[in-house]
T-cell receptor
Framework: DAKTTQPPSMDCAEGRAANLPCNHS???????VYWYRQIHSQGPQYIIH???NNETNEMASLIITEDRKSSTLILPHATLRDTAVYYC?????????????FGQGTTLQVKP | EAQVTQNPRYLITVTGKKLTVTCSQN?????MSWYRQDPGLGLRQIYY???????DKGDVPEGYKVSRKEKRNFPLILESPSPNQTSLYFC?????????????FGDGTRLSIL
């Protein structure tokens, strides 16, 4: 599975957009980009995923560069409850083990 | 409500006393998996199951057993727990359809082995 690089921490003001970057320069053609978050030792929560195209759901937007070597997760209006560790994960869509490799992630602190 | 349920949420026990952590999902998912999370090591996969009666080892299977007799349940068994199995455990599930479907995680079980 491709390795990802994320900044260890970021701050964001409440109500502003939070833009979390992820570098995955060695991504393969069949690998998807997934984003999960973990709030204070709770179970990881799925946010969004994509292959090539930008994606949007009720939680966030995912912007993937044309060369697919990096992506950005956008939380459009961050709230205090969005304070969490955010993980960017790349893996094949048809992985036999289904294993998710969680790196160190980005700790997002949303401040009032 | 679609969910993955783990029990117990917290357990303190002693070395060598067999224990089972249950995991149940109500989404009719084929795939289920167990992870452990330790400081500085992230989440590591222990075992996974592609469907009923089909299980396989993950990255850190030593000291653990699993079974998958029913689609909804995937218990994690520690036959003779040791202190190095003190950890935060998560169960996850997903549908096999499409292969790229996201995994849904339980709320975790914090085990302390004294």
């Amino acid at each position: 599975d491709a390795k990802t690089t994320q900044p260890p921490s970021m701050d964001c003001a409440e109500g502003r957009a939070a833009n979390l970057p992820c570098n995955h320069s060695t991504i393969s053609g069949n690998e998807y980009v997934y984003w999960y978050r973990q709030i204070h030792s709770q179970g990881p929560q799925y946010i969004i995923h994509g292959l090539k195209n930008n994606e949007t759901n009720e939680m966030a937007s995912l912007i993937i560069t044309e060369d697919r070597k990096s992506s950005t997760l956008i939380l459009p209006h961050a709230t205090l409850r969005d304070t969490a560790v955010y993980y960017c994960i790349v893996r094949p869509g048809s992985s036999n083990t289904g294993k998710l490799i969680f790196g160190q992630g980005t700790t997002l602190q949303v401040k009032p | 409500e679609a969910q993955v349920t783990q029990n117990p949420r917290y357990l303190i026990t002693v070395t060598g006393k067999k224990l089972t952590v249950t995991c149940s999902q109500n989404m009719n998912h084929e795939y289920m998996s167990w992870y452990r999370q330790d400081p500085g090591l992230g989440l590591r996969q222990i075992y996974y199951s592609m469907n009923v009666e089909v299980t396989d080892k993950g990255d850190v299977p030593e000291g653990y057993k699993v079974s998958r007799k029913e689609k909804r349940n995937f218990p994690l068994i520690l036959e003779s727990p040791s202190p190095n199995q003190t950890s935060l455990y998560f169960c996850a599930s997903r549908t096999q359809g499409g292969g790229n479907q996201p995994q849904h995680f339980g709320d975790g079980t914090r085990l302390s082995i004294l």
